[in-house]
């Protein structure tokens, strides 16, 4: 049972390109959630699904796009990397059962753009 | 706005003082409420978590968090750090918020204890 797994661990990308960042989980669990985390700013909400084939903005979402088209991955693109996007990217998948949400999360993703 | 605030941002402690990192939230009607630990360079990891019943939870490696619910509060306590302690701690609330649950997390707190 791995939980949750993150690929890539670490990234350089130049302004411009693109990439996708992958999140899986083996939990069969319903809720998919990608963060940023930022110093000082703690964690943000880029987008989040709540099942497969549906997605939805989070906090901060602007130059991101997501796709749930299986239950167990949640992607996650950057078409055209910016500076600004140089940040740790971290994935959580919540059960679906209300009585208990705890969030389990993913090593991380450590993108820098140059 | 719903919110979870963190007052202390940066705390320096030498081994063996006690610890209390604040956490209080804005969300009304029924919460979870969670911390989680940041080792430094790993992933976030579960401390503790309150869902219902006691209001004071008893979490790994000695830490415990009182929910209050009159000041919507969370403080995560601990009677006597040690070096190891030193990570980043986030304070976490789920509310079900239009069909799905909500995560919102505070902005955390850097613990640094001296040995």
């Known amino acids: 049972n791995a939980g949750v797994t993150q690929t890539p661990k670490f990234r350089v990308l130049k302004t411009g390109q693109s990439m996708t960042l992958l999140c899986a989980q083996d939990?069969?669990?319903?809720?998919m959630y990608w963060y940023r985390q930022d110093p000082g700013m703690g964690l943000r909400l880029i987008h989040y699904?709540?099942?497969?084939?549906?997605?939805a903005k989070g906090e901060v979402p602007d130059g991101y796009n997501v796709s749930r088209l299986k239950k167990q991955n949640f992607l996650l693109g950057l078409e055209s990397a910016a500076p600004s996007q140089t940040s740790v990217y971290f994935c959580a998948s919540i059960q679906q059962d209300r009585v208990n949400t705890e969030a389990f999360f993913g090593q991380g993703t450590r993108l820098t753009v140059v | 706005a719903q919110s979870v605030s963190q007052h202390n941002h940066h705390v320096i402690l030498s081994e063996a003082a006690s610890l209390e990192l604040g956490c209080n939230y804005s969300?009304?009607?029924?919460?979870?409420l969670f911390w989680y630990v940041q080792y430094p360079g790993q992933h976030l990891q579960l401390l503790l978590k309150y869902f219902s019943g006691d209001p004071l939870v008893k979490g790994i490696k000695g830490f415990e968090a009182e929910f209050i619910k009159s000041k919507f509060s969370f403080n995560l306590r601990k009677p006597s750090v040690q070096w190891s302690d030193t990570a980043e701690y986030f304070c976490a609330v789920t509310k079900n918020s239009g069909g799905y649950q909500k995560v919102t997390f505070g902005i955390g707190t850097k613990l640094q204890v001296i040995p």
């Open positions: 699904s709540v099942g497969e084939g549906t997605t």
């Open positions: 969300y009304g009607g029924t919460v979870n």
């Open positions: 939990m069969n669990h319903e809720y």
